[in-house]
């Protein structure tokens, strides 16, 4: 049973959910494996737009197990106001299954991600203040709730006595903030305890069930590889592992990395980013609001799925492509948005960076290296002509048939998919991925 990994690329937003959509054809299972309610997939299928944080985007096949793993940040709240938005829209979610070992976001996690953010001043990070950072730490330091101990409110009890009074001194005492009700986090965390039992079990067995039958399992990451703990732009990273280095995908449903065969990374033909920290080929011309108000008549423009803020644009980065590359252990790239570029007359690649009076073709690690950086193009010819139609690479322009044989040049890897548009069928698929 082949497992597919897929992996966003570059720093979030490169239309993994769309390519979710698109494989969970071919498979059995979804599971998503990483982050929080802090990253959003925009699927547009035949039902219509929708806006997912946490449930996985197989969740439009009815027959397919939808899995929410214990690598994931569970917003209770929010997965619940999810299930209710799709099971009101005609979506059946009686499939879907949310790891008891996942960790709970708790209502000391949102008002330290503000209190912290604030306190940074010009140095914040720009989370999404979903509280997804404070969750992930008080798991490392082993005093976080866990899905299952929702289940029973004596279990519940114990593990917010051990936790409450040490996050409102923290709240009160550094930050002067409003403490956090014992009761009333109770009552609530209880109810959604209650509310979210159907759905909560053990997702590994499900996955190994799949195995034994020889089912396709598809793991769905969150955010962008850049965005990683250890292999990102630190320390303006998400606080998850969204890439499947170190096999931070299976460890986030239960697998191994000997289950994994495949893992497909997602890039768009340009780059985007939200929140700040170094991004070295950004523009602030007016290429950049062209490329950012690309579709923005219909909902896809370049503004955050989770929360609307404005992405900043840049040119692709074959630099931080081939590091992403090589740290995910990529063996496809599913390419997107590459329409975006159907009217340029020319089109930009980032193939090295100018450091210090120096030419080099790696991704430095420190912060202030990366902001000293300044990016080296190759210009290419655009083609000028509508893609959105077309469904055989050899049927695409000729001058984007080059583009994108050059990324794979620069990158190392195979394009294997190519999306020309936000509709399911608005794809070109090169080689099948399962």
């Excluded at 290419?380 to 050059?406: E, S, Y």
């Amino acid at each position: 049973m082949p497992i597919v990994v897929v992996v966003g690329g570059q720093w979030g937003d490169e239309g993994k959910g769309r390519i979710v959509d698109l494989l969970a054809r071919k498979a059995r299972v979804v599971a998503r494996y990483s982050a929080g309610n802090n990253a959003g997939h925009t699927i547009i299928n035949e039902k219509g737009e929708f806006k997912l944080h946490l449930v996985p985007a197989g969740i439009f096949y009815p027959e397919k197990t939808c899995l929410i793993g214990n690598g994931v940040a569970i917003d209770p709240e929010v997965l619940l106001q999810e299930i209710d938005q799709l099971e009101a829209r005609g979506i059946d979610t009686s499939k879907l299954v949310v790891s008891d070992r996942a960790q709970a976001i708790m209502p000391w996690h949102k008002a330290l991600d503000a209190l912290e953010e604030q306190a940074r001043g010009a140095s914040a990070i720009g989370t999404t203040g979903k509280g997804v950072g404070p969750c992930f730490a008080d798991k490392v330091a082993r005093r976080g709730i866990r899905i299952g101990d929702l289940l029973r409110r004596e279990d519940l009890a114990e593990r917010v006595n051990q936790t409450l009074e040490y996050q409102n001194r923290v709240i009160t005492r550094v930050y002067d903030g409003e403490p956090i009700r014992f009761e009333e986090c109770m009552d609530r965390y209880v109810d959604f305890g209650r509310r979210l039992k159907p759905y909560i079990g053990d997702v590994q067995s499900v996955i190994l069930q799949a195995e034994r039958r020889g089912e396709h399992v598809l793991l769905e990451g969150a955010q962008g590889s850049l965005l990683d703990l250890d292999h990102g732009t630190y320390p303006y990273v998400t606080s998850s592992v969204p890439s499947s280095s170190s096999s931070g995908a299976g460890l986030g449903v239960g697998v191994g990395p000997t289950d994994i065969s495949r893992v497909v990374g997602v890039f768009k033909s340009y780059c985007t980013r939200v929140g700040n920290g170094p991004f070295p080929t950004e523009l602030f011309d007016e290429m950049a609001t062209t490329l950012r108000d690309h579709g923005k008549e219909d909902g896809r423009g370049e503004y955050g799925t989770t929360t609307g803020r404005p992405r900043r644009i840049g040119w692709l980065d074959a630099v931080a492509a081939r590091y992403s590359v090589r740290f995910n252990g990529l063996s496809a790239v599913a390419l997107t948005r590459l329409d975006v570029l159907d009217e340029l007359p020319s089109i930009k690649i980032c193939t090295a960076y100018q450091l210090d009076g120096k030419t080099i073709d790696t991704m430095p690690a420190r912060e202030s290296m990366l902001n000293r950086v300044r990016p080296v193009y190759e210009e290419l010819p655009g083609w000028q002509t509508p893609t959105k139609h077309v469904r055989n690479f050899d049927d695409l322009p000729p001058q984007a048939q080059t583009f994108i044989r050059r990324v794979e040049e620069l990158i190392g890897c195979p394009v294997d998919l190519i999306s020309v548009g936000p509709e399911r069928e608005q794809a070109i698929i090169v080689n099948p991925i399962f």
